[in-house]
């Protein structure tokens, strides 16, 4: 497997004609799921020498792995891999991922081609092809997703006392008039016990302005990586029951789907930090043997 020289994140930058940005230096991340050698090494030197980083897993079960560990910025996708069969790897990917993913494969009947559209491919390319047009498309499909990004930018959120940025990753105390009435809560939305920390459990209490009541506004509350990334899953959907293995896949990779203590130890302490009254939370709510809803 052919390991990225350096990841961007994904939506930092999009390429034009190429893969790297002259404003930032970072470089879009693309990755083959591909079983032929000879068609991967065709890719890597084609993309490379246009400045894609590239990254290629032979399986789709090594592809779901790598994605999570290295989440690529666009996907180049056969269907007809070793294990598991492409669609499914689309399946699994949609739970968790935005990035463009272009099938490139040889089935091309009418009826592989809406398969995998419909399950979340963003465009196909039958092989044989030619390398200028799949190029051309992996272009066209990164605009595309730049422009859903720039539409797709977050309003800053208040929760509790709280006002959070996802943008700029900040969270600031509010005003007054800006800060939640009451701390009210619904029955049964009750918080997690918050039993078995899982990865990235930190200490107990961060440093920084941690957590509960402080002076005035312009004060900063730190959370960790992980928090952030529940909850940008969570922000991004106002109102949506999310999964409990969406969330854990999303924010640990498939393999900890059914890790369910690592997020109740993660909600209880985003609870802990944001909710005026953690114990009857009003915004960070738990859909008991379902997963979490926000509620703006």
Same mark, same amino acid.
């Given at each position: 497997?052919?390991?990225?020289?350096?990841?961007?994140?994904?939506?930092?930058?999009?390429?034009?004609?190429?893969?790297?940005?002259?404003?930032?230096?970072?470089?879009?991340?693309?990755?083959?799921?591909?079983?032929?050698? @000879?068609?991967?090494?065709? &890719?890597?030197?084609?993309?490379?020498?246009?400045?894609?980083?590239?990254?290629?897993?032979?399986?789709?079960?090594?592809?779901?792995?790598?994605?999570?560990?290295?989440?690529?910025?666009?996907?180049?996708?056969?269907?007809?891999?070793?294990?598991?069969?492409?669609?499914?790897?689309?399946? @699994?990917?949609?739970?968790?991922?935005?990035?463009?993913?272009?099938?490139?494969?040889?089935?091309?009947?009418?009826?592989?081609?809406?398969?995998?559209?419909?399950?979340?491919?963003?465009?196909?390319?039958?092989?044989?092809?030619?390398?200028?047009?799949?190029?051309?498309?992996?272009?066209?499909?990164?605009?595309?997703? @730049?422009?859903?990004?720039?539409?797709?930018?977050?309003?800053?959120?208040?929760?509790?006392?709280?006002?959070?940025?996802?943008?700029?990753?900040?969270?600031?105390?509010?005003?007054?008039?800006?800060?939640?009435?009451?701390?009210?809560?619904?029955?049964?939305?009750?918080?997690?016990?918050?039993?078995?920390?899982?990865?990235?459990?930190?200490?107990?209490?961060?440093?920084?302005?941690?957590?509960?009541?402080?002076?005035?506004?312009?004060?900063?509350?730190?959370?960790?990586?992980?928090?952030?990334?529940?909850?940008?899953? &969570?922000?991004?959907?106002?109102?949506?029951?999310?999964?409990?293995?969406?969330?854990?896949?999303?924010?640990?990779?498939?393999?900890?789907?059914?890790?369910?203590?690592?997020?109740?130890?993660?909600?209880?302490?985003?609870?802990?930090?944001?909710?005026?009254?953690?114990?009857?939370?009003?915004?960070?709510?738990?859909?008991?043997?379902?997963?979490?809803?926000?509620?703006?």
């Amino acid at each position: 497997m052919a390991e990225p020289s350096s990841v961007s994140r994904p939506g930092a930058s999009r390429p034009g004609d190429g893969g790297s940005s002259s404003e930032t230096g970072s470089r879009t991340a693309v990755l083959i799921v591909e079983d032929q050698p @000879e068609l991967v090494r065709a &890719l890597q030197i084609n993309l490379r020498a246009r400045q894609y980083d590239v990254m290629a897993a032979r399986t789709g079960r090594e592809a779901l792995a790598l994605a999570a560990s290295h989440p690529p910025d666009a996907i180049i996708l056969d269907l007809g891999l070793p294990d598991i069969d492409g669609t499914e790897v689309i399946v @699994e990917l949609r739970r968790w991922s935005k990035a463009p993913i272009i099938v490139l494969s040889g089935r091309t009947s009418p009826g592989d081609k809406i398969g995998a559209l419909d399950v979340g491919a963003d465009d196909y390319v039958t092989k044989p092809f030619a390398m200028a047009e799949l190029l051309a498309r992996l272009r066209a499909a990164l605009r595309r997703d @730049e422009g859903e990004l720039s539409q797709d930018q977050a309003q800053p959120v208040t929760i509790g006392h709280w006002l959070i940025d996802l943008n700029a990753h900040q969270v600031t105390r509010a005003s007054a008039a800006s800060a939640d009435p009451g701390s009210g809560a619904d029955p049964g939305s009750g918080a997690d016990p918050g039993s078995g920390a899982g990865p990235d459990s930190g200490s107990g209490a961060d440093s920084g302005s941690g957590s509960g009541a402080g002076p005035g506004s312009g004060e900063t509350l730190r959370l960790t990586p992980t928090e952030w990334r529940i909850l940008e899953i &969570l922000l991004r959907r106002p109102g949506q029951l999310v999964g409990s293995a969406q969330i854990l896949t999303g924010v640990w990779g498939p393999g900890f789907s059914r890790r369910t203590n690592y997020l109740r130890f993660h909600m209880a302490r985003l609870r802990r930090k944001l909710e005026d009254n953690p114990p009857r939370p009003r915004h960070l709510l738990t859909e008991p043997g379902m997963g979490y809803r926000y509620r703006p």
